[in-house]
Nanobody, 117 residues
Framework: QVQLVESGGGLVQPGGSLRLSCAAS????????MSWYRQAPGNVRELVAR???????IYADSVKGRFTMSSDNPKNTVYLQMNSLKPEDTDVYYC???????????WGQGTQVTVSS
């Protein structure tokens, strides 16, 4: 059974930083396509960052230069370091894992990030 457990969300002031974690079990993160998405109520879930099995990363234009996705393979965990946070980064952030070639993947439960003064 695949489980993705996110943590690290919270309330932060504009300009601050947070690091989200996604601990995976039942799937090997280093061999999977690991992604972070975010979604606000009533909005479409959007891709924030993606880390491929080849270690290449892509980022949404809105977070380039501010967010960094990384992994700790022995811990089977991926991270999203978020710096210079803005109020518009306020969302629920979700971890997603997908095995290459698989038509679907797995979602975590989400973690709330609120950027406000």
């Amino acid at each position: 059974q695949v489980q993705l457990v996110e943590s690290g969300g919270g309330l932060v002031q504009p300009g601050g930083s947070l690091r989200l974690s996604c601990a995976a079990s039942g799937i090997t993160a280093r061999w999977s396509i690991m992604s972070w998405y975010r979604q606000a109520p009533g909005n479409v879930r959007e891709l924030v960052a993606r880390l491929s099995p080849t270690s290449s990363t892509i980022y949404a234009d809105s977070v380039k230069g501010r967010f960094t996705m990384s992994s700790d393979n022995p811990k089977n965990t991926v991270y999203l370091q978020m710096n210079s946070l803005k109020p518009e980064d306020t969302d629920v952030y979700y971890c997603h894992a997908q095995r290459p070639g698989s038509p679907s993947g797995y979602w975590g439960q989400g973690t709330q990030v609120t950027v406000s003064s």
